[in-house]
């Protein structure tokens, strides 16, 4: 065997050792990105149950210039033919409602 023939077979032992390496991290990542989705999976759910309690609504009398939240005084005294809900305050500033008191914190 020559030095040019030995080089080649070592080159290849070495690069079978690099594979070997290489695929041992692609497996651990695989593992790690399967943890992840699970973690992911599990965290979701929790921010669906999270979204839902926090969930909240502003309301707005369609006579009126202010946006309230549903515990607010002025909130419940609002007609119901003229009661205005939004899903976000942002919403009902778009419609030129100004926040009340009960929302400024
Ligand atoms: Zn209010």
């Given at each position: ?21 290489l ?6 990542i ?5 943890e ?26 369609k ?10 005084v ?14 976000t305050?942002?919403?009902?500033l778009?419609?030129?409602?100004k ?7």
């Open positions: 065997m020559n030095q040019f023939e030995q080089n080649v077979i070592n080159s290849f032992g070495l690069a079978r050792k690099d594979i070997n390496e695929y041992e991290n692609v497996k651990f695989l593992e790690q990105v399967a992840l989705k699970q973690e992911n999976a599990r965290l979701s759910k929790q921010l669906n149950i999270t979204k839902k309690t926090v969930s909240k609504k502003y309301i707005a009398s006579t009126g210039s202010k946006v309230h939240s549903p515990g607010c002025f909130a419940k005294n609002i007609k119901q033919k003229n009661k205005k809900v939004f899903s305050k942002t919403k009902a778009n419609e030129g409602f926040l009340c008191n009960c929302l400024a914190y």
